[in-house]
């Protein structure tokens, strides 16, 4: 399945895989694009399903971690529980853009990308808010730099999980 992407002067494919159970190799690259999608549930508060190109589709948010959520028989962590309902209040049901770094998928195969909100980046909000922490994951560190500095302002403030979490 391919999906287009228009960026300014540039027209982008982005081969989203067949039906196939297996996902590609996680090392294999892309070219840089975007896709148009609506979110349509969370998993946790950085990863949700979306329908892209008319399909069902698990996103992985790049460079971002959230606390662990105990609803599917995880040991939870603190702050788990608010990350992964302040991304359901945000996202289900809207449209979203997400980009790409350098892979497409990861070894479980989840889209991976950085999702935004109009022009919002979402990926950075939930550090800045202190919802999630930088976690940069190479190849894809396009954002790392700016991860980084949100997550130290976050943490100098006590932003979220800053302060709610010993040892945080």
Not at 123 to 130: A, D, I, K, Q, S
Not at 138 to 158: H, L, N, W
């Given at each position: 399945?391919?999906?287009?992407?228009?960026?300014?002067?540039?027209?982008?494919?982005?081969?989203?895989?067949?039906?196939?159970?297996?996902?590609?190799?996680?090392?294999?690259?892309?070219?840089?694009?975007?896709?148009?999608?609506?979110?349509?549930?969370?998993?946790?508060?950085?990863?949700?399903?979306?329908?892209?190109?008319?399909?069902?589709?698990?996103?992985?948010?790049?460079?971002?971690?959230?606390?662990?959520?105990?609803?599917?028989?995880?040991?939870?962590?603190?702050?788990?529980?608010?990350?992964?309902?302040?991304?359901?209040?945000?996202?289900?049901?809207?449209?979203?853009?997400?980009?790409?770094d350098v892979r497409l998928r990861?070894?479980?195969?989840?889209?991976?990308?950085?999702?935004?909100?109009?022009?919002?980046?979402?990926?950075?909000?939930?550090?800045?808010?202190?919802?999630?922490?930088?976690?940069?994951?190479p190849p894809d560190v396009r954002?790392?730099?700016a991860f980084a500095s949100a997550?130290?302002?976050?943490?100098?403030?006590?932003?979220?999980?800053?302060?709610?979490?010993?040892?945080?």
């Amino acid at each position: 399945m391919t999906a287009f992407a228009a960026l300014p002067g540039v027209a982008c494919t982005i081969s989203l895989g067949g039906g196939s159970p297996s996902p590609p190799p996680a090392a294999s690259p892309v070219a840089s694009g975007s896709v148009a999608a609506v979110v349509t549930s969370d998993v946790d508060g950085d990863t949700v399903h979306a329908r892209v190109d008319g399909r069902d589709e698990k996103v992985r948010f790049i460079g971002v971690d959230t606390p662990e959520v105990d609803w599917y028989g995880h040991q939870g962590e603190c702050f788990g529980p608010a990350a992964a309902l302040y991304t359901r209040h945000r996202l289900v049901g809207r449209a979203v853009r997400l980009t790409f770094d350098v892979r497409l998928r990861d070894v479980y195969g989840r889209l991976l990308a950085y999702v935004y909100v109009g022009s919002e980046l979402f990926n950075l909000t939930l550090v800045e808010l202190g919802y999630a922490t930088n976690d940069p994951v190479p190849p894809d560190v396009r954002m790392k730099d700016a991860f980084a500095s949100a997550e130290a302002a976050a943490k100098a403030r006590g932003a979220g999980l800053w302060s709610a979490c010993s040892g945080a």
